[in-house]
């Protein structure tokens, strides 16, 4: 089962939250733990897991030859992301806005183009003491796109058919945030109850229209704003499966590298209620 | 000599734009005829490459020089690379037909 906690907006608590759903679940499940947030991954500052795995994370430029090519221009023409440009007979590579496709490659006539494994950043596995299985990916910094090792990471390692694994998912509600859903079988948002935290809600809701996989809200500092973010709940027939209250020694908490759990022991039974509900609702259920 | 000016709207009386990927409209004038032609440009809504495939354009339209407020690298050096001049505003809103006397009467 794959659940991914993801959220819009930044800094409403999505690693809180994976974290210390990862954490209850890892007594009595076989428990994995994937930090999908490749630009600023986060979750080992908490989990501590000793790696014991590296690899490169790699996207697929392509390379010309320019002996074979023959300037036609089927490339440039098939690039959707202006990666490729037809320049004085011969064709320009623009390495840090391919994405990776292959369209090029597929199209070419001639066949002159190969496609290079460029390393973007790198995977780490590794387990911690709770027997969580860990592993996350890493953009190298200056490399402008995080979704192709995102793909890679979810293909990497196989976590076996009867493991839960958490994605926590990058913030926002572009591309890498779609690529941490897809696949996914159920979808935590954690949000604040401030017009912020609804605005950026929305966005994500309205990819889960398009991905159709079932959803429930976090509502993190409950308390402050006001309570607008329950009457979306309402009207979009979104369960809210967990309120975490507004506290700054939870905060504080974080801050210095706690967890959830380790600073509020007694939310362990709440986040096995929360799986509960999570597969009950998978199962056919109403949450 | 051909050359292509970014420009607000879609005529040669109109006030040039700044940028150059994603400039509304993009006016081919020939200097020596003072003929123009307007295009639409159609990557102002690309969310990446959008001065690649302006400089793609501007390649095909085979002019020799084009003029915007500024260039960002990739197109800079797409233009380069086809041995295209990339020049920038002598002076901030003036009209297409000003920029294309400009370079009419400045030839490099």
Known sequence: MNIVVCSGKGGTGKTTIATSLALS???????????????APNGHIFLH??????????????????????ACGRCVEVCQFHALALVANKVMVFPQLCHGCGSCTWNCPEGAITEMPTPIGSL?????????HFEHGMLTISEPMGTPIIRQLKKWKGTG????????????ASCPVVATLLGGDFALLVTEPTPFGLHDLKQIVGILEEIKIPAGIIVNRDGIGND?????????KIPIMMRIPYD???????????????IMPEYRQKFLALFADISSVLNGGAA | MIVIITAQEGTIDSIVNERFG???????????????EAFKNASIHHAHGAGIATAQF????????????????????????????????????????????????NKR
């Open chain 1, 49 to 70: 897991p000793v790696m014991t795995q590296k690899t490169d994370a790699v996207i697929q430029i392509p390379h010309i030859d320019s002996n074979t090519c023959t």
């Open chain 1, 248 to 262: 700054k020694s939870l905060a504080a908490g974080i801050a210095s590298g706690r967890t959830l759990l380790d």
């Open chain 1, 124 to 132: 780490e596995y590794g387990v911690t003491k709770e027997s969580i």
């Open chain 1, 25 to 39: 679940l890892a007594e009595a499940q076989h428990t994995w733990y994937m930090d999908c947030d490749v630009e």
């Open chain 1, 228 to 236: 607008a973010v329950d009457q979306f709940a309402i009207e979009n």
């Open chain 2, 22 to 36: 994603r400039a509304p409209y993009l006016i081919k004038v020939d200097t020596d005829s003072m003929n123009w």
């Open chain 1, 161 to 172: 058919k009867n493991a839960i694994v958490v994605r926590d998912s990058p913030p926002g």
């Open chain 2, 58 to 105: 501007v390649i095909d339209q085979k002019a020799e020089l084009v003029m915007s407020g500024d260039f960002g690298p990739n197109a800079a050096n797409t233009l380069n690379t086809a041995g295209i001049i990339a020049q920038i505003f002598p002076q901030k809103n003036m009209t297409v037909k000003e920029a294309a006397e400009y370079l009419k009467d």
